[in-house]
């Protein structure tokens, strides 16, 4: 089992360009989330899936991000356009189900300058 | 809706002596509680998690964790401290209807020689 993969490790990019996360659940998870990290907010739930389906993004921050989950396997968080503050450590972690352990991936730290 | 507060921001230990990071919860319902460990620049690890079997929780590395309803604590304890323990402590809580994970601030744990 090669965990919750993200991708890419880190990401250095201008204010107003595009930004995209990747991440990879492990197998036969059904639940998704993503949480960003800062200093000063700690960590911040922005999103969950449920089978596929949000089920909450009142954590999303503005319309800036959004995220989706077209497949069991696979989820993106994007932001459009990115802006400074935007810089933080972005985590997804999966789940087998309500309640169980949620297994981590080691996290995409985002520069936007 | 749920909630986790950790109580201390930064503990301080020397290596060898006990280890008390204190969380406290609300929710309205049974709650699955969960403490995770994050060393410098990494994830986060499940250290354990309560599920509502036995009230005293064993996890990895030593470390344990007793769920007191009467009290809604979950305080994590270790009864002799590594110098490889410094790292930050996050308390979790995980709805058992939703499956969604919120933290508290965090606690971060100075192991001095």
């Not at chain 2, 490889?84 to 606690?107: M, P, R, V």
């Amino acid at each position: 089992d090669a965990g919750v993969i993200q991708s890419p490790r880190h990401e250095v990019t201008e204010m107003g360009q595009e930004v995209t996360l990747r991440c990879k659940p492990i197998s036969g998870h059904n639940s998704l989330f993503w949480y960003r990290q800062t200093m000063m907010r700690g960590l911040e739930l922005l999103i969950y899936f449920n089978n596929n389906v949000p089920i909450d993004d009142s954590g999303m921050p503005e319309d800036r991000f959004s995220a989706k989950m077209p497949n069991a396997s696979f989820s993106t968080l994007k932001i459009q356009p990115s802006e400074p503050r935007d810089s933080a450590v972005y985590f997804c972690a999966s789940s087998p189900g309500q309640g169980s352990g949620y297994t981590f991936g080691s996290g995409t730290r985002l520069t936007v300058v | 809706a749920q909630s986790v507060t950790q109580l201390d921001s930064h503990v301080s230990v020397s290596e060898g002596t006990p280890v008390l990071l204190r969380c406290n919860y609300s929710s309205s319902y049974s709650p699955s509680l969960f403490w995770y460990v994050q060393h410098p620049n990494k994830g986060l690890q499940l250290l354990l998690k309560y599920t509502s079997a036995a009230t005293l929780v064993k996890g990895i590395n030593g470390f344990e964790a007793e769920f007191k309803k009467s009290e809604t604590s979950f305080h994590l304890t270790k009864p002799s401290a590594h110098m490889s323990d410094a790292a930050e402590y996050f308390c979790g809580i995980g709805s058992s209807n939703t499956g969604k994970l919120i933290f508290g601030q965090g606690t971060t744990l100075q192991v001095k020689p």
